[in-house]
């Protein structure tokens, strides 16, 4: 099960602390400019290192592209991309060769698997998800050809949360923070938790702009359910929302719906799709992470003897995951619009355009 998607399906390979990471692309129309230092930029976006509100750890993510690609395009066969891991230092690890870490996958894979690479939690770590957002990347060209954007930004820290959601000024946020005025208690509250030798949650807020009516099959793939899987899938994620989410449970019925008229909907709280198919207007979701269950401090736990013991754990780990896994959760939408346009449309770059432009 390291497969996604139907017409558009990838595959992803590696470990945290393995030789390398890296994914398998299918079903890329033919004749796809394929930007490779686009493809590198988004790497950039999630690799860590670089700075203090992210873990020490420092790789270059610099990928390669091994399949799929002549002169420039894709050619309609599988893109097959490398991302060689540089900088693992295993032996932080050693010291939990037998303990389960609170919080991670450790216990599960083990008692599933019977055998765990204990190096960084393995497949369980988010350095796969490096694999996640090359594979976005080739997924935001072919959508950006279409018109169609996705974006993302950090909508609250802990009890920090945004008042507006500014996706250009995320960019330029050294935490992707959507509100200016709120970044900086945000900030604070990372690095508290941080000098804590604790971690904190957040909230990743992705709008998907100019997706057509009509994307979602019913019953049983719907683009919200999809969507929804798509971000459930990404580690640490612990709820998502579509458009109001949970409010919609406390509101009345006359003031839930988007009413409508010969221009479009009058509001947007359905977050752009109704009966699991898009209505046209923009995608919103938001997706919670919990705390990087990754912390200093000293902890119970039991080894796998099931004997009680407490331990401190070494390494270097991110004080807040929802600040790098806000580009995943971009990527990861990518992915899932891309794929609901080929299961509408042929696989040839020319029928799509025609069909959508």
Request: charged share 25%; aromatic share 8%.
């Amino acid at each position: 099960m390291n497969s996604f998607g139907q017409k558009l399906k990838f595959s992803t390979f590696g470990e945290s602390h393995g030789t390398a990471l890296g994914c398998i692309l299918d079903g890329v129309p033919a004749g796809l400019k394929i930007d490779e230092e686009y493809i590198q930029s988004e790497l950039d976006r999630r690799k860590p290192g670089k700075s203090e509100f992210e873990t020490a750890r420092k790789e270059a993510d610099k990928v390669e592209i091994l399949s799929g690609v002549f002169e420039g395009l894709s050619t309609g066969t599988p893109i097959a991309m490398v991302i060689y891991n540089t900088n693992q230092k295993s032996k932080d690890y050693s010291n939990i060769k037998d303990v389960f870490r609170p919080g991670h996958a450790d216990f599960t894979y083990f008692h599933k698997y019977g055998i765990r690479d204990y190096r960084g939690g393995g497949r369980s770590s988010a350095r796969e998800t490096a694999a996640r957002v090359a594979a976005g990347a080739i997924a935001k060209l072919m959508l950006n050809s279409l018109n169609i954007s996705v974006h993302s930004g950090i909508s609250a820290v802990g009890e920090v949360a945004s008042e507006s959601y500014d996706y250009e000024s995320a960019k330029n946020s050294i935490i992707y923070s959507l509100d200016p005025h709120a970044e900086s208690a945000q900030k604070e509250i990372i690095l508290k938790a941080k000098n804590e030798h604790d971690s904190v949650g957040g909230v990743a807020r992705v709008l998907i702009k100019g997706a057509p009516v009509g994307l979602g099959q019913p019953l049983y793939y719907k683009l919200d359910g999809v969507l929804a899987d798509a971000m459930m899938g990404i580690n640490a994620v612990k709820a998502v929302e579509i458009g109001d989410g949970v409010l919609s449970a406390s509101a009345l019925g006359s003031q839930n719906n988007d009413e409508i008229r010969s221009d479009g909907f009058e509001s947007n709280h359905a977050g752009g799709i109704l009966g699991g198919i898009s209505n046209g207007e923009d995608i919103v979701m938001n997706v919670y992470f919990k705390p990087t269950p990754s912390i200093f401090k000293e902890q119970h736990t039991i080894n796998t003897r099931n004997e009680e013991l407490d331990f401190a754990l070494k390494g270097r780990h991110d004080p807040c995951v929802a600040i790098r896994g806000t580009v995943v959760c971009e990527s990861m939408a990518a992915l899932v619009i891309a794929d609901m346009l080929l299961l509408n449309m042929g696989s040839n770059m020319d029928g799509l355009q025609r069909y959508y432009k």
